[in-house]
């Protein structure tokens, strides 16, 4: 079955940086195109960025272009995000996401323009805090 294990998070100060990992398996990793979504008890689920199965096209949320820099291995069915200048806005537990067919609709997904995406994983916490 999809497993999507995300990890690198951690307590980092205003400005500094972070890379997080996701080891994903149980599905055609290199043909299916992946997203990173963060989500707070307060403001929800946020989009955050997104890759191509071939890596060729990346997009971004306007909160973290220019700082975040998403990556993967597909001979490793790795996925990365690269976090640098990181703000307390960025405090959240991030996801991996794999993009999804939106029928049927369940509580893991999250769709936005870009697609829907299912947060399966456990998650990885970024705390930015001075």
């Known amino acids: 079955q999809v497993q999507l294990v995300e990890s690198g998070g951690g307590l980092v100060q205003p400005g500094g940086s972070l890379t997080l990992s996701c080891a994903a398996s149980?599905?055609?990793?290199?043909?299916?195109?992946m997203s990173w979504v963060r989500q707070t008890p307060g403001a929800g689920r946020e989009w955050v960025s997104i890759?191509?199965?071939?890596?060729?096209?990346?997009n971004y949320a306007d909160s973290v272009k220019g700082r975040f820099t998403v990556s993967r291995d597909n001979a490793k069915s790795m996925l990365y995000l690269q976090m640098n200048s990181l703000q307390p806005k960025d405090t959240a537990v991030y996801y991996c996401?794999?993009?999804?067919?939106?029928?049927?609709?369940?509580?893991?997904?999250?769709?936005?323009?870009?697609?829907?995406?299912?947060?399966r994983g456990q998650g990885t916490q970024v705390t930015v805090s001075s």
């Open positions: 149980g599905f055609s990793f290199s043909a299916t195109t």
């Open positions: 996401a794999p993009l999804v067919s939106p029928r049927p609709p369940t509580p893991e997904k999250h769709c936005t323009p870009h697609g829907c995406f299912a947060m």
């Open positions: 890759i191509a199965g071939n890596g060729g096209n990346t």
